[in-house]
């Protein structure tokens, strides 16, 4: 069995793994009991990953896992947005816009 990728970013392991649409998605490498994504291998030993609803939930042989995505060190932004860019209202353009 192949050993599990490493995030490019902040070096994690995870596991590519290919949707139910065909899309590619990295997920981590160890299951996770509040994860979202059911991740199993194929008689190919291909991982692939779909989405559990109610009326598909997890089967016996899926495990869940986080989206790498959501659990990247390098790519989580701490710093809150302290103001917003653009205008919000149209009274606070400048006069030579308000009045094109």
Do not use: F
């Amino acid at each position: 069995m192949r050993s599990p990728s490493h995030c490019q970013a902040c070096r994690a392991p995870i596991r590519w793994t290919v949707t139910d649409r065909g899309k590619r998605l990295a997920v981590d490498a160890e299951p996770h009991p509040d994860g979202n994504t059911a991740v199993y291998r194929d008689g190919r030993g291909t991982w692939l990953s779909r989405r559990p609803t109610t009326e598909l939930p997890i089967a016996p042989w899926e495990k869940l896992h986080k989206p790498h995505v959501a659990t990247c060190a390098a790519r989580q932004d701490d710093e809150p947005m302290t103001r917003c860019l653009g205008i919000i209202r149209l009274d606070d353009a400048p006069a030579r816009e308000r009045d094109q």
